[in-house]
């Protein structure tokens, strides 16, 4: 269990669809544990695989006094009713937006062990269910911002510090899936 380096807006591995978790084994283990400790270091309510730089469909979550983790989620809107509010990303570091997202969701997926898990959230924790499964999808949440926050929000991602830092450098998985991304 470690902490690993985020990869950052402009890597391609964030705009890459995941693909399905086909193994549960010590290595998905072993990635649920650095997801859940990377997370915790950088204080973030929520980090998925491809922000490692691993292309498989699992993120971590702890907000709203609720943690874990979702291996090939997918999730349920329940009801009308949407939340506008302050959104980051630990690949945007130190940025934030207000952005539009369903209040609840119900979220289906299976633990480390594949074992089927349901979270259901709202608010905060909706919020995260619904970026994190976005990042397995290749989305960013600057794509969901309305067109003036995201002229805006883009001008502010160019003008950071941290915008065209090289990749990290990452050890490729002996596993077979875990060093190919897709």
Known sequence: M???PIRLFGDPVLRTPAVEVTTFDAELRKLVADLTDTMHDEG??????????????????????????????????????????PEGCLSIPGLRW???????VVAHGWN?????????GSERLARCIQHETDHLDGV???????????????????????????????????????????
């Not at 207000?98 to 609840?104: A, I, K, M, P």
Request: aromatic share 8%.
């Open 98 to 104: 207000d952005c539009r997202r369903h209040l609840h």
């Open 44 to 85: 973030g309510a929520g980090l998925a695989a491809p922000q490692l730089g691993v292309g498989l469909r699992v993120f971590t979550y702890d907000c709203d006094g609720f943690a874990g983790h979702l291996v090939n989620p997918t999730f349920e809107v329940v009801g009308d009713e949407e939340q506008t509010g």
């Open 140 to 182: 960013l949440f600057v794509d969901r911002l309305d067109q003036e926050t995201r002229r805006q929000a883009m001008a502010e991602i160019r003008a950071a510090e941290w915008f065209g830092s090289p990749a990290p450098q990452v050890k490729v998985s002996p596993h077979p899936i875990f060093g190919k991304v897709r």
């Open 2 to 4: 470690s902490v690993q």
């Open 112 to 120: 480390e062990h594949g074992e089927p898990v349901t979270v259901e």
